[in-house]
């Protein structure tokens, strides 16, 4: 009596979960099986990747930052080219003047006046040690630097939206999967059901069944909000309004790569990483040799002149006028700074050798992370045509499990155990279309350039 009413518990409770819709509604792609899935679901837009991609590039706030510092370092370098040019002063002005003034020892009243002047100067360094030379040499050095740098953030902001785009397809692809299981399930639990009926199993193989459908229906829900959170992801990721997802199409896309390793090292110790760091090398070895030049002389060159005019009326330019112009060289030559010199030199070597050290590291670093990237896209591609055979395998090993089953050849148990050895095998195909997309992506952020 009590497993009775355990069994009709059981049953019911199944049965609704079963009957009851899917909640999740997200984008397939066309031709895909799973009834419950649309084309597209309401207000969610499927874009492609390359679309992806610019939407983010537009409205990135990393590269909005990576531009403005090579916007500064150009400034800069501008302004290094501008010192090799003299200041130029130009200036006017005027006053009037009243009281009393000594002439000759006596003091008498002035009946004031207005007097004005107009004035101009321009300056130069002629010599400095070669110094201005090293700070231009530096500040091209710090803006390709700069450019090298918004280069790197490309390509990491095309990383993310990558890994991100193929995590929805990698997503897509298990819930057409979890929909295909959920199908073989409730055939499953039909032919059960009819032999029940027949009297050829008992009912704990209906039970059996039921908690098998009820199973893959719970993943199928799982994988539909894994899915629509992967789609929040990405739409957070390019910066839309408007929510999106990846295109269907894409998703039967195996990735492929021709060149070999010895090809991408090379072009990888060419890449964006590799090159930011060796520009700054050159910088700071420009500003190490500057921070030497201050303990050599420098020449000055100046130029001056201007005129003055003493009138009774407020009238620039007019009454009695004098002219001065004047030339000078000023050499200087610092002695002692209190030090101050010698500091800057050792925080210049140190810079330099912190340059250096991670110019070696980024090479040694994109070496590594191509063999590491290849190994792993090598491993996905044979994985992907290891689990494509593992799908016929498991195909076949279902249909004939299932023939058994009808037969009376085999138990229940044998057949789910079929059809969990096939869900692994199409969760295992999944994974690996998902590692080699993720490991050719690495790949070309390591190098800087897509991989045809």
């Known amino acids: 009596m009590r497993l009775s ?16 819709p899917a909640h999740a509604q997200v984008a397939t792609p066309s031709g895909m099986r799973g009834g419950s899935l649309q084309a597209q679901a309401a207000g969610v837009t499927a874009i492609s990747l390359d679309e992806a991609l610019r ?34 002063y130009v200036g006017q002005g005027t006053s009037h003047n009243q009281g009393q003034v000594y002439v000759q020892g006596v003091l008498l009243n002035s009946l004031g006046g207005w007097s004005s002047n107009q004035y101009y100067s321009a300056s130069m360094t002629v010599f400095n040690g070669g110094q201005r030379i090293l700070d231009y040499q530096a500040a091209k050095a710090s803006l390709d630097a700069a450019d090298q740098s918004q280069i790197i953030q490309h390509y990491a902001i095309d990383l993310n939206v990558k890994q991100q785009y193929f995590a929805v397809l990698a997503n897509r692809e298990a819930v057409d999967a979890a929909e295909r ?49 992967a789609n929040a992801a990405l739409t957070r990721l390019i910066g839309s309004e408007q929510e999106v997802t990846a295109m269907p199409e894409d998703t039967a896309s195996i990735p492929s790569i021709t060149l070999d390793t010895t090809a991408l090292i090379a072009l990888a110790l060419n890449g964006p990483s590799v090159q930011a760091a060796q520009h700054q090398v050159a ?29 009774d009326h407020f009238v620039l330019g007019g009454g009695t006028k004098n002219n001065n112009t004047a030339l000078s ?27 250096l050290a991670t110019y070696r590291d980024a090479r040694l670093g994109a070496r590594a992370s191509i063999t590491q990237w290849l190994a792993q896209f090598r491993t996905a591609e044979t994985r992907i045509a290891l689990q494509a055979t593992a799908i016929r395998s498991g195909e076949e090993s279902v249909a004939a499990k299932d023939a058994q089953y009808r037969a009376g050849a085999v138990s229940l148990v044998d057949v789910l155990q079929a059809q969990s050895t096939l869900a692994t095998a199409r969760l295992g195909l999944i994974q690996a279309r998902l590692d080699a997309r993720t490991a050719k992506a690495q790949i070309e952020a390591v190098i800087g350039k897509e991989i045809e």
């Open 283 to 311: 910088a700071n070895r420009s500003n190490w040799w500057a921070s030497l030049a201050a303990y050599l002389p420098s020449l000055s060159m100046g130029y001056s002149g201007g005129s003055g005019w003493q009138n």
């Open 5 to 20: 009413i355990v069994t009709a518990v059981v049953a019911a409770t199944l049965g609704t979960v079963i009957s009851s």
């Open 329 to 355: 060289f000023s050499l200087g030559w610092g002695l002692f700074d209190g030090l101050q010199r010698e500091s800057r030199v050792v925080q210049a070597d140190v810079a330099r050798d912190n340059a």
């Open 181 to 229: 299981s959920l199908e073989e399930a409730q055939q499953q639990m039909a032919v059960t059901n009819a032999r029940l009926a027949g009297g050829a199993v008992s009912r704990a193989d209906s039970l059996t069944s039921a908690v098998a459908v009820g199973q893959a229906r719970v993943n199928l829900v799982t994988v539909q909000g894994q899915l629509a959170t």
């Open 55 to 88: 939407q983010a590039q537009a409205h990135s706030p990393q590269l909005v930052q990576a531009r403005g510092q090579s916007r500064v370092a150009n400034a800069q370098y501008k302004a290094s080219l501008a010192s090799f040019l003299p200041s130029v």
